[in-house]
């Protein structure tokens, strides 16, 4: 497996692309307005307490309020450490309006939604998470040597100070630290270690909102986070950033400064690559298979569903045959659609109808297979009663959609409009409806170029006769700038 990261800045945003083999497999935008939001750390204040929903809402200086838990604000015991509990508290024992709280963001912002906070606090580096507040070591469960999680959590035990080792902190050894050389980790502990002893002195000085620790930015996050033992290079086109990443995988992942290379050509990095065409292809609805099949993946706010269809495949043997065939190849595209428009929540998949029980299993075990790779955590909960998989993914994050897109402000996000036949119907009636209020004996439609058309061609008839019902003249006049269902009726 060859893995590539292309990294493109412009003075906007930064863009980055992730390709398995040549093929995009994931992209990361930030733009400059709008920086995700997650890992950094906010004095904010209570705004309302909601016992209902044992939660509250923080302000934090963002547009909306943020959103925090009971189950996310720790208690603290006479060390200042997190007092484990196996119950959540009522949240009104926990915080009130007005009350002054250091909190994480766990959740960007997504649509109408607010941040989603913790006081759970944490910092991170390429291979540890440090937590100041508990003494727990963790090891990611994606590392599933015995042997190694033992030599992992060895070493950082040793990082820790034999005296005063309940006030020390703890922390989670993450994926990628899987065969790391011992030192490495230690610098990473150490330097957690001394970013927190830097930033905890100042927590309380902050007014409020404000916001006390911002993480990296993003293509230094994807130095510090993405770049493991598959990825051969990392190609970035800003030469200025490019020197700041040179400088950052001196300091921190000194195996990875040679794969850092500057893209200097004079095609744009995302072309060149086919990236910014797969982009686009990620903002549509339909997306064709290999086979003549296709996804139709429908996104809303409660969730996603995804409908395989073998449109021109029609198989060289049996009907059985054809649809295991699109299935399969349905699952191993939809978990690098997943992948690629980032879609979270719950997740609907309707694959096509197969009789043969063996062939249900073999894709269900190639969906779960082409989502091993996924960072977020999935789970398959399998095939209900009426034949659908559903599936939940991790959302942190905006999908690829919501960060590039909006509603259409012609169809309010309906994704369907009247026809031109509706709305011509709909003028007629509301001419007849409101002919006695109207003292003109002259009416003006407005309307646009596709609706006065109609209403001179197909309804010149029914027009005719509403003029004659209500004693009015009816003229119409092209207005460029209306959407098809927009219209007006004036008395001249």
């Avoid at 508290?89 to 309006?97: A, E, Q």
């Avoid at 001179?456 to 003229?475: F, H, N, P, Q, Y």
């Amino acid at each position: 497996m060859s893995e590539e990261i292309l990294i493109n800045v412009a003075p906007m945003e930064t863009r980055v692309a992730v390709l398995d083999n040549g093929v995009l497999q994931e992209v990361y935008i930030e733009r400059n307005e709008k920086r995700g939001l997650v890992g950094n750390i906010y004095k904010g204040k209570v705004v309302r307490v909601l016992p209902g929903m044992q939660a509250a809402f923080v302000d934090i200086g963002l547009d909306r309020a943020a959103f925090i838990h009971a189950a996310d604000i720790i208690t603290m015991d006479e060390n200042g450490m997190e007092r484990p509990s196996d119950t959540v508290p009522d949240i009104r024992t926990l915080v009130h309006d007005g009350k002054n709280l250091i909190v994480q963001v766990i959740k960007d912002p997504i649509g109408s939604k607010g941040a989603r906070l913790t006081t759970h606090l944490s910092v991170s580096s390429r291979f540890l998470v440090y937590m100041p507040y508990t003494n727990h070591i963790g090891i990611s469960q994606k590392i599933e040597n015995e042997q190694e999680r033992e030599r992992l959590r060895k070493i950082v035990e040793d990082c820790l100070p034999s005296e005063n080792r309940e006030r020390a902190g703890g922390f989670i050894v993450r994926t990628v630290a899987e065969n790391a050389e011992q030192e490495d980790i230690q610098t990473d502990a150490l330097f957690l270690q001394k970013l927190w002893g830097d930033l905890k002195p100042g927590l309380g000085s902050f007014s409020v909102p404000n916001v006390v620790y911002n993480d990296l930015p993003l293509f230094i996050r994807t130095m510090r986070d993405a770049v493991k033992p598959s990825v051969e290079k990392v190609r970035i086109d800003s030469y200025e950033e490019y020197q700041r990443l040179l400088n950052f995988a001196a300091d921190y992942e000194p195996g990875a400064h040679s794969m850092v290379e500057h893209y200097h050509g004079d095609r744009p990095i995302f072309d060149l690559y086919g990236v910014e065409e797969e982009i686009q292809k990620a903002l549509q609805r339909r997306v064709n298979l290999k086979s003549g099949g296709y996804l139709i993946i429908d996104q809303t706010e409660a969730m996603t569903t995804i409908d395989v269809n073998t449109g021109a495949f029609v198989g060289h043997h049996n009907q059985e045959e054809t649809l295991f065939k699109t299935n399969l190849e349905a699952a191993t595209t939809l978990a690098r659609q997943l992948r690629l428009r980032n879609l979270g929540g719950i997740i609907i998949i309707d694959f096509i109808d197969m009789q043969d029980p063996e062939h249900r299993r073999q894709v269900l075990r190639a969906l779960e297979k082409a989502t091993e790779k996924d960072h977020a955590k999935l789970t398959i909960t399998g095939v209900s009663e009426l034949g659908l998989v559903q599936m939940t993914r991790k959302r942190t994050r905006e999908s690829l959609s919501q960060i590039l897109c909006e509603s259409c402000p012609a169809c309010q996000g309906r994704g369907i409009m009247k026809s031109a036949e509706s709305v011509c119907y709909e003028i007629m009636r509301e001419i007849l409806r409101g002919a006695r209020t109207y003292d003109s004996q002259q009416l003006l439609v407005l309307a646009c170029q596709e609706v006065i058309d109609r209403l001179l061609d197909e309804d010149s008839a029914s027009v005719a006769d509403i003029e004659e019902l209500t004693k009015k003249t009816i003229r119409f006049q092209v207005e460029n700038v209306y959407t098809r269902e927009q219209y007006d009726i004036v008395p001249l």
